[in-house]
T-cell receptor, first 117, second 115 residues
Framework: AQSVTQLDSQVPVFEEAPVELRCNYSSSVSVYLFWYVQYPNQGLQLLLKYLSGSTLVKGINGFEAEFNKSQTSFHLRKPSVHISDTAEYFCAVRGAAGYSSASKIIFGSGTRLSIRP | GAVVSQHPSRVICKSGTSVKIECRSLDFQATTMFWYRQFPKQSLMLMATSNEGSKATYEQGVEKDKFLINHASLTLSTLTVTSAHPEDSSFYIC???????????FGPGTRLTVT
């Protein structure tokens, strides 16, 4: 089984400052990793995903994340945030294809990113 | 890109009644669909997984007789909350997995309020 830990429940950041949202995972098999964003009263939007290959993954809205297998981490970063980035961010994990545990995406508890002007 | 729709987007019902939520994959065939529940300011919790034509598999702690899931076709799954109570008020999100490329896509969610 897989699990995801998002270490920060809230991250306040000033506008145009860099931000890092932390995510660690646990799994006995190879995994796929995802970051989703949820704006107030809306559904999920996929920011980026890691399936295989390059450990640095670039997503939408200027976000990127780095897969670190030895640290079992998949931290999300953005060099300069904007007010519109205010939202809830979820890290998620799924077993890689071919494993029976691949059937579910499991979510972390979420990190609320609030941008201050 | 692949689209998953949910209907209704919002529903208010009285305590004791049942409500059905539909989840449709619009441009792909979903061999597997998932139902999640999200309480305010909390994460998404997987409720159940359903494969087309089979009975749903429920996560531990989810009452299968209360949350009836039907996945009768490759593009439609329904979640029926039976005898709803105020504590069932939540945001319900479905997700569909494309049988071709194994990608999983999420619907926009349904906000259920039980009065």
């Amino acid at each position: 089984a897989q699990s995801v830990t998002q270490l920060d429940s809230q991250v306040p950041v000033f506008e145009e400052a860099p931000v890092e949202l932390r995510c660690n995972y646990s799994s006995s098999v190879s995994v796929y990793l995802f970051w989703y964003v949820q704006y107030p009263n809306q559904g999920l939007q996929l920011l980026l995903k890691y399936l295989s290959g390059s450990t640095l993954v670039k997503g939408i809205n200027g976000f990127e994340a780095e897969f670190n297998k030895s640290q079992t981490s998949f931290h999300l970063r953005k060099p300069s945030v904007h007010i519109s980035d205010t939202a809830e961010y979820f890290c998620a994990v799924r077993g890689a294809a071919g494993y029976s545990s691949a059937s579910k995406i499991i979510f972390g508890s979420g990190t609320r990113l609030s941008i201050r002007p | 890109g692949a689209v998953v729709s949910q209907h209704p987007s919002r529903v208010i019902c009285k305590s004791g009644t049942s409500v059905k939520i539909e989840c449709r994959s619009l441009d792909f065939q979903a061999t597997t669909m998932f139902w999640y529940r999200q309480f305010p300011k909390q994460s998404l919790m997987l409720m159940a997984t359903s494969n087309e034509g089979s009975k749903a598999t429920y996560e531990q702690g989810v009452e299968k007789d209360k949350f009836l899931i039907n996945h009768a076709s490759l593009t439609l799954s329904t979640l029926t909350v039976t005898s709803a109570h105020p504590e069932d008020s939540s945001f319900y999100i479905c997700s569909a997995r494309d049988g071709q490329n194994y990608e999983q896509y999420f619907g926009p969610g349904t906000r259920l309020t039980v009065t």
